[in-house]
T-cell receptor, first 112, second 114 residues
């Protein structure tokens, strides 16, 4: 079993619609969680950190469910510019430093 | 502008050759990292460095070597011992080696072995 798993998609979303997807992680003691965004053939960039209480940044909402060991990302009012691959990133047990485990990504395609 | 630069953007290598990928940052970050990305897979950690003159193996260090002689620079050498070197290589840095620090990535180098 992979340590961080994501549905690869693609999620085809009409412009203006809402899309949500999850990421599961295997280690119950994981401490830090992030969503990164990666455009085609570009480098990943931090979208948002995920906090225990859940957090929102504009049209983006991230949730953490420790009991079921998953995090989620919801995008409201999708824009064409939201088309990208979204990487789930988790810090695993025993690693108090910045060693992160990356999921393979969920592709989102926003269509006009 | 502060950031991370990687060069070259594209690199072609013949089998049996060593090649060095450049990574420079002017963010004054202590920690630096090298990852490789293959299609359909997550980023995998090759090497990381907490501070100048210190570096540690990541999950897939075999066939690679690094140096950290300057804070700003963390070059990666892909040796002929690396069995499948064709991949997208990403360098990253963070303020310190702490789990909650954002990692900033360079634009990457696409290495193709002919």
């Amino acid at each position: 079993r992979k340590e961080v798993e994501q549905d690869p998609g693609p999620f085809n979303v009409p412009e203006g619609a809402t899309v949500a997807f999850n990421c599961t992680y295997s280690n119950s003691a994981s401490q830090s969680f992030f969503w990164y965004r990666q455009d085609c053939r570009k480098e990943p960039k931090l979208l948002m950190s995920v906090y225990s209480s859940g957090n929102e940044d504009g049209r983006f909402t991230a949730q953490l469910n420790r009991a079921s060991q998953y995090i989620s990302l919801l995008i409201r009012d999708s824009k064409l510019s939201d088309s990208a691959t979204y990487l789930c990133v988790v810090n695993m047990k025993g690693d108090s430093w910045g060693k992160l485990q990356f999921g393979a990504g969920t592709q989102v395609v926003v269509t006009p | 502008d502060g950031g991370i630069t990687q060069s070259p953007k594209y690199l072609f290598r013949k089998e049996g050759q060593n090649v060095t990928l450049s990574c420079e940052q002017n963010l004054n970050h202590d920690a630096m990292y090298w990852y490789r990305q293959d299609p359909g897979q997550g980023l995998r950690l090759i090497y990381y460095s907490q501070i100048v003159n210190d570096f540690q193996k990541g999950d897939i260090a075999e066939g690679y070597s690094v140096s950290r002689e300057k804070k700003e620079s963390f070059p990666l050498t892909v040796t002929s011992a690396q069995k499948n070197p064709t991949a997208f290589y990403l360098c990253a840095s963070s303020i310190t080696l702490a789990a909650n620090n954002e990692q900033f990535f360079g634009p990457g180098t696409r290495l193709t072995v002919l």
